[in-house]
């Protein structure tokens, strides 16, 4: 059984930083690629970075370039979202998504293979 868990997410005030978790079972990690999105409250899920799984590639949105750092711990099989400097606007429910693929950059939740239930982030102003 596939599961992705996320933990690390709570409420913080605006310019601080949290770091998520997302803890893989269940597959075999080195066939895929890791992503994190996000969906604020009345808006689409949107992708926030991905990773592959050897940790050679990454990707991020323009919205957390240079202030979200995403890395990957190989013998844990859990990946991880830093977060710095963050704004009202990085409100929402992260999640991490796992694609069959071992490099891709792939930006659309739809082509995810396996997703976690998520973890809700609040930044106060």
């Known amino acids: 059984q596939v599961q992705l868990v996320e933990s690390g997410g709570g409420l913080v005030q605006a310019g601080g930083s949290l770091r998520l978790s997302c803890a893989v079972s269940?597959?075999?990690?080195?066939?895929?690629?890791l992503a994190w999105f996000r969906q604020a409250p009345g808006k689409e899920r949107e992708f926030v970075g991905v990773i592959t799984s050897n940790n050679a590639f990454t990707s991020y949105a323009d919205s957390g370039q240079g202030r979200f750092t995403i890395s990957i711990n190989t013998t844990r099989n859990t990946v991880y979202l830093q977060m710095t400097s963050l704004k009202p606007d990085d409100t929402g429910v992260y999640s991490c998504a796992a694609i069959l693929a071992r490099y891709s950059s792939e930006r659309s939740p739809t082509s995810y293979n396996y997703w976690g239930q998520g973890t809700q982030v609040t930044v106060s102003s």
């Open positions: 269940g597959l075999t990690f080195s066939r895929y690629t």
